[in-house]
């Protein structure tokens, strides 16, 4: 157990960095209807997908974003156009749903040609 007058010097740094990166707002450029937590998930969930292409979990920028289909009540369809690591340009297709208990659940698929 740790005193309160005695701290871990490393632990301050560790949390400092934390804080920082768990603030961190993503850049998603276009039109979505994803609120800022939402795009953080999104975006977390795409990194998984690039690792088909053999690519970093820590880099991926999205470069565009558009609503393809507005809610209907069900669901929304977006475009988000990400390019990828190895400099290749990807699209997906991100469908949103209200969640049952609240907030929204999605599912992401490659754009379809």
């Not at 953080?40 to 470069?63: F, H, I, M, P, R």
Request: one cysteine or more; hydrophobic letters at 40%; glycine letters at 8%.
């Amino acid at each position: 157990m740790v005193s309160a007058s005695r701290s871990n010097p490393c632990l301050i740094p560790l949390l400092l960095a934390a804080t920082v990166l768990g603030c961190a707002a993503v850049e998603v450029p276009g039109s979505t209807t994803a609120d800022p937590a939402l795009k953080q998930d999104v975006t977390d969930a795409l990194k998984q997908w690039e690792l088909n292409y053999g690519c970093s979990t820590l880099w991926l920028t999205v470069t565009n974003t558009q609503i393809v289909s507005p809610f209907d009540g069900h669901s929304s369809k977006e475009q988000w156009i990400v390019q990828s690591c190895n400099g290749e340009v990807h699209a997906y297709e991100v469908t949103l749903m209200p969640a049952p208990g609240g907030g929204t659940n999605f599912g992401i698929r490659l754009w379809p040609e």
